[in-house]
């Protein structure tokens, strides 16, 4: 497994950007496959974005495709979810997970999982 841990959560007012940051350790982190979820309450966990080991192939849930970019840097063992145009409907717990090899948008594929941040969007 990987341990993972996110950073970059906050309050921010609708239109605003944040950057959340995942940390890696354990597992080599370019053998995994990265993605972030987020859950709101009351709402199951939903698939937000996923990154492929080498940083080429990059997938968007359509609620947030031309507003995040979701990216990483293995030297660095951190991947990074930058998100502009922020709307309320986006206030949720942001998770990142990792998983062995290929993208998947299915939270169940994914084995390790960080602790979340709180990202609040205000109207």
């Known amino acids: 497994q990987v341990q993972l841990v996110e950073s970059g959560g906050g309050l921010v007012q609708a239109g605003g950007s944040l950057r959340l940051s995942c940390a890696a350790s354990?597992?080599?982190?370019?053998?995994?496959?990265m993605g972030w979820f987020r859950q709101a309450p009351g709402k199951e966990r939903e698939f937000v974005a996923v990154?492929?080991?080498?940083?080429?192939?990059?997938y968007y849930a359509d609620s947030v495709k031309g507003r995040f970019t979701i990216s990483r840097d293995n030297a660095k063992n951190t991947v990074y979810l930058q998100m502009n145009s922020l709307k309320p409907e986006d206030t949720a717990v942001y998770y990142c997970?990792?998983?062995?090899?290929?993208?998947?948008?299915?939270?169940?594929?994914?084995?390790?999982w960080g602790q979340g941040t709180q990202v609040t969007v205000s109207s």
């Open positions: 997970a990792a998983k062995v090899g290929s993208t998947a948008a299915v939270a169940r594929s994914y084995d390790s």
């Open positions: 354990g597992r080599t982190f370019s053998s995994n496959a």
């Open positions: 990154i492929s080991t080498s940083g080429g192939l990059t």
